[in-house]
């Protein structure tokens, strides 16, 4: 039976539920793949942090060194979250040539070069499976089961908070502020909910899987990003008026000339689209392949247990693997397009008077934007608002469309402007 001796660095949530996977199925763990992990040490800020989540505090180490200089461990676990000091731990973990498996999308998705060459000079692995969607197993399906494809798009719900924040709007008309709230008391938000609710957490992890799926870097600042913050639940409730679900997507997709797209942003799907089914704080992703043709996981893509799921699955596979984990992430940048063709939904508020629909449709049309479906509500005579779907169109002619609009005799306001992704 081969046996891993393992160290976790940090045992907060994540860690906790490693700690607990790797406690209570190791033998599991050594009946179906003949390897033995044993957690031997615990980085954390003191003995009693180990007690609380039900560990020996026999097993605490209070700096990195007393990891790094223990030949005996080979496998070093990163769940302390942030850039630093868990950085610079990884660092001196993968220099030290123990390979190390981490859920950091932050990390990964800013200092990913760092890490790489770190990783090259230590002649060790860096496994990455529990960073992105928790639980579902994305990154080996990236990684090792589209080997015949060329992966043309990869879009997802890969942000739990925002997705069940989005369903308590849909399904109970909650506001923003409510659902918010709710999530915040459910521990799904943070206290400051930024990272989730203006899209960056899914933006770190777009930044990883498309990468990993076109073999081409897309670094973080080139990912066009939006949130949720400003959605209405009055916004949700007429577009499901008119067929659609409002998600906060994460999309990559790789052009016909090399170029790719990277985004996040809320956008309207249909119905029937796979992801529209997608409720509460689940996730999924959804790949497209020239030969496999669609692709969809679906699963918890957060939580102390799913996560878990993921490291230890790193852990169980490094132990079965004679080299160091590469994962191909491209070495050249990608060239990201910044205009990205899309249909709108956007609602403009005018003075309730003869002839404002044409003007809003010739000053559309002026730059070359056909309206798909078209809806007034609440004309009292004073005043209405209307809600316009638009064809395809570039980001770039309907941002004019809109500037001319908001300047035009009887437009009170224009807003609401949600993408929407048909399929
Ligand atoms: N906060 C994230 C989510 C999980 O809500 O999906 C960690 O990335």
């Known amino acids: 039976m081969k046996k891993l001796k393992v160290a976790i660095m940090g045992l907060g949530t994540v860690g906790g539920g490693t700690y607990d996977v790797l406690t209570r199925n190791r033998e599991v763990i050594k009946s179906g793949y003949g390897v033995d992990v044993e957690v031997v040490k615990i980085l954390d800020k003191s003995p009693k942090r180990l007690a609380d989540k039900g560990a020996s505090e026999k097993l605490f180490a209070a700096n990195i060194d007393e990891i790094v200089s223990d030949p005996d461990i080979s496998v070093v676990v ?3 979250g942030g850039l630093e000091p868990a950085g610079s731990f990884i660092i001196k973990a993968l220099e030290s040539g123990k390979s190390v498996v981490t859920a950091n999308k932050e990390l990964l998705s800013k200092r990913l070069d760092e890490l790489l060459s770190s990783a090259d000079k230590g ?9 992105c969607v928790g639980g579902v197993p994305i990154i080996r399906t990236l990684t090792e089961s589209m080997q015949a494809n060329r ?15 989005l369903t308590k709007m849909s399904e109970e008309g909650d506001d923003y502020a409510y659902a918010l709230g709710e999530a915040q008391k459910l521990g799904y ?31 973080l600042d080139k990912i066009y990003r939006e949130g949720i913050s400003k959605i209405t639940s009055r916004d949700i409730a007429v577009g499901k008026s008119m067929g659609y679900e409002l998600k906060l997507l994460a999309i990559g997709r790789q052009n016909s000339d090399g170029s790719v797209q990277a985004r996040v942003h809320p956008a309207f799907v249909p119905a029937s689209h796979p992801l529209a089914s997608v409720r509460g704080s689940f996730n999924a992703v959804l790949l497209k392949g020239d030969f496999v043709d669609e692709i ?6 957060a939580g102390a247990h799913p996560t878990a799921s993921a490291i230890v699955s790193d852990i169980v596979y490094c132990a079965g693997k004679d080299r160091p984990q590469k994962n191909d992430f491209g070495s050249k940048l990608a060239n990201v397009s910044d205009d990205f063709p899309s249909e709108y939904y956007f609602s403009v508020s005018v003075l309730d008077r003869p002839g404002m629909l044409s003007v809003i449709s010739g000053v559309l049309g002026s730059h070359g934007i056909s309206i798909s479906k078209m809806l007034q509500e609440n004309a009292d005579g004073h005043c209405a608002e209307v809600v316009i779907l638009t064809h395809m169109t570039s980001e770039r002619l ?5 500037a001319e609009l908001r300047d035009v005799d009887g437009v009170l306001s224009v807003g609401s402007e949600i993408r929407v992704i048909e399929d």
């Not at 992966?151 to 924040?165: C, Q, S």
């Open 78 to 80: 990163e769940t302390m």
């Open 296 to 301: 969809m996981l679906y699963g918890r893509g």
């Open 123 to 131: 002649g060790s692995g860096l496994y990455i499976e529990a960073s």
């Open 151 to 165: 992966v043309t798009e990869l879009t997802g719900i890969i942000n739990g908070t925002t997705n069940y924040i």
């Open 189 to 219: 938000a943070e206290f400051d909910p930024t990272a989730d609710v203006e899209g960056f957490d899914a933006a770190y992890k777009l930044s990883i899987l498309a990468s990993l799926a076109f073999h081409t870097r897309i670094p």
């Open 398 to 402: 309907f941002r004019a469309a809109v």
